[in-house]
């Protein structure tokens, strides 16, 4: 099985300035990767495909990058709503695999 | 609009059984490949199970192997999770989630879980 791993588990940053959340996985998913974003009482909402494809309706501000083992999501310039939870997803291999999870919140 | 609705959840005792359904609306749902994923109180997201379009592909979490089945009706535009053996660790959200796929010229084929229903919630106790 294909361990996710994120990294932080919780970063603090204020609004308006620029988060990176990071994704790792234990061996090579090519750009098999998905972001999802969750808020409290919600179901996850796709952000990022293919590593770095944005979901339909997803703004411009969420960017993804990386391939093999090594993942980055970026929110340039955050907004109050993007404080939530962040995680990640192999889709490269059976089972299906998620990250633990990076907590954002408000600095 | 394109809608997944899960159903059946509740609270069961170790050891008994729930049938999950998830209703689709608002596309072709013997077009997709089908998940359920649950997430534990306070915990991450966790995929439990799979089935290809036309149900015979099925895939599952090693947790939940030999206690779970996955099935789907296709004319009646439905999945199902039928839970046996359950034990105090199933106790989650179930989300239905929608597999989509996508290819790109470069890299191949790329998958990705664009719908999730809202969730049903199993409690397991006694």
């Known amino acids: 099985e294909i361990v996710m791993t994120q990294s932080p588990v919780t970063l603090s940053v204020s609004p308006g300035e620029r988060a990176t959340l990071s994704c790792r996985a234990s061996?090579?998913?090519?750009?098999?990767l998905a972001w999802y974003q969750q808020k409290p009482g919600q179901a996850p909402r796709l952000l990022i495909y293919d590593a770095s494809t944005r979901a339909t309706g997803i703004p411009a501000r969420f960017s993804g990058s990386g391939s093999g083992t090594e993942f980055t999501l970026t929110i340039s310039s955050l907004q109050s709503e993007d404080f939530a939870v962040y995680y990640c997803q192999q889709c490269n291999n059976w089972p299906r695999s998620f990250g633990q999870g990076t907590r954002l919140e408000i600095k | 609009e394109v809608q997944l609705v899960e159903s059946g959840g509740g609270l069961v005792q170790p050891g008994g059984s729930l049938r999950l359904s998830c209703a689709v609306s608002?596309?072709?749902?013997?077009?997709?490949?089908m998940n359920w994923v649950r997430q534990a109180p306070g915990k991450g997201l966790e995929w439990v199970s799979y089935t290809s379009s036309s149900g015979t592909t099925i895939y599952y979490a090693d947790s939940v192997k030999g206690r779970f089945t996955i099935s789907r009706d296709n004319a009646r535009i439905s999945l199902y999770l039928q839970m046996n053996s359950l034990r105090p660790e199933d106790t989650a959200v179930y989300y239905c989630?929608?597999?989509?796929?996508?290819?790109?010229?470069?890299?191949?084929?790329?998958?990705?879980?664009?719908?999730w229903g809202k969730g049903t919630t199993v409690t397991v106790s006694s």
């Open positions: 608002g596309f072709t749902f013997s077009n997709y490949e």
């Open positions: 061996q090579s998913v090519s750009s098999n």
């Open positions: 989630v929608r597999e989509s796929m996508s290819y790109n010229i470069l890299t191949g084929y790329h998958y990705y879980m664009d719908v």
